[in-house]
């Protein structure tokens, strides 16, 4: 690890903004394509920095700095669309973390196991702490996600306000202890096999100067990774429209470029044989996704009295059971190979295609 960050790590952020401030004067057309450059930039910009961050605080913090970082921001730009767009968006913050799910609990896992388990055949990892966030994602998303549609209380796929706060605190509840276990209590379940460790055990340690460098310079390009997703939305909005595509595509794609750093990081670890951080990150960042943004969504819903519709139709239940059941068996024996990381990628696959054609 080197003392002192590559220079292009700290230019680009600065490039980044002036990007986005040209774009919020109003230059369009071509100027898409240098937004669309700079995007991908900070995201291998946050990539870095995560990593130097998570080298000074070591395993599983380093983890969940970029996990938490990332998720902060997404429920804070799910809260300000709410707040502009008013009881339309009822269904906005569903469908944001419908789509982060299954996109980290099948596309990035099974692209990191694939990748990994193609270059060095079988990969292990420690059973426990995947148990745990398993066990935790599941609860918290059919809580959310699934059970509204069956609560009488109030018809339709909507908790009554009494409901919704309760859930709001049990979501609250079920990610800090998670977050407890993971830091403190177990802190070891988390932890990479000694052969992992190994590769990073003669790494020099970053100071704590160039680590407080980089979390500020992580924040800035996570924050402009964001905002550069959202300034490109409406482009996205007129493609999918363009192609004849239903309107729910643009909330997959939104959701795919904001997850891109954790994803980048993710698939760097696993093809450097570091499949628990991969893991951790992935599972990690799903937990965060969920057990944030809705405590978050429901106060909103709560201060304001608009409706917040959290239930998933009956296309997306059987999906995302589908999904933690077939994470539950592939990733219950502590090893992978290759055909857990193209199963994963084949509901992966359903999920995009039946989003495009329902």
């Not at 700095?65 to 730009?77: D, H, N, P, R």
């Not at 269904?91 to 799910?101: C, G, H, P, W």
């Not at 990035?108 to 388990?117: D, F, P, R, S, T």
């Not at 066990?135 to 009494?162: D, K, R």
Request: charged share 10%; net charge neutral; proline share 4%.
């Amino acid at each position: 690890m080197h003392t002192l960050l590559p220079r292009w790590t700290v230019a680009v952020p600065a490039l980044g903004w002036a990007v986005l401030a040209a774009a919020w004067a109003g230059l369009g057309g071509w100027f898409m394509l240098l937004m669309t450059a700079a995007l991908i930039a900070s995201v291998l910009a946050a990539v870095h920095h995560a990593e130097v961050v998570a080298h000074r605080v070591g395993e599983p913090y380093g983890t969940l700095v970029l996990a938490v970082a990332i998720t902060a921001i997404e429920v804070a730009l799910i809260v300000v669309l709410m707040l502009a767009g008013g009881p339309a968006t009822a269904e906005l913050a569903r469908d944001t973390v419908f789509a982060a799910v299954m996109l980290i609990l099948n596309g990035m896992v099974g692209l990191c196991i694939l990748a990994g388990a193609s270059r060095y055949g079988e990969q292990t990892f420690g059973l426990l702490g995947v148990s745990a966030s398993l066990a935790t994602l599941a609860a918290i998303a059919v809580l959310t996600l699934v059970l509204p549609n069956y609560t009488t209380s109030v018809p339709g796929p909507v908790y009554s306000p009494a409901q919704l706060g309760f859930v709001a605190v049990v979501s609250l509840v079920l990610y800090g202890t998670f977050v407890l276990v993971q830091t403190v209590r177990h802190r070891d379940y988390f932890l990479p096999p000694e052969a992992e460790a190994d590769l990073h055990a003669h790494a020099e340690r970053p100071s704590v100067r160039v680590a407080l460098i980089s979390g500020g310079l992580l924040m800035a390009c996570l924050i402009l990774v964001v905002l550069l997703a959202k300034a490109l939305a409406p482009a996205v909005e007129a493609a999918v429209a363009a192609a004849g595509a239903p309107k729910a595509l643009v909330g997959v794609i939104i959701a795919a470029v904001v997850l891109l750093p954790e994803s980048v990081a993710a698939f760097r670890a696993a093809r450097a044989n570091r499949l628990q951080t991969s893991l951790n990150l992935a599972l990690g960042s799903a937990l965060a996704s969920i057990g944030l943004s809705i405590p978050a969504v429901a106060i909103v819903s709560l201060a304001t009295g608009w409706t917040l519709s959290l239930g998933i139709d009956a296309k997306s239940t059987v999906l995302l059971l589908l999904s933690l059941m077939v994470a539950t068996i592939s990733l219950g024996t502590g090893r992978t190979t290759v055909l857990q990381g193209a199963v994963h990628l084949v509901l992966f696959a359903v999920y995009v295609f039946t989003t495009i054609v329902p």
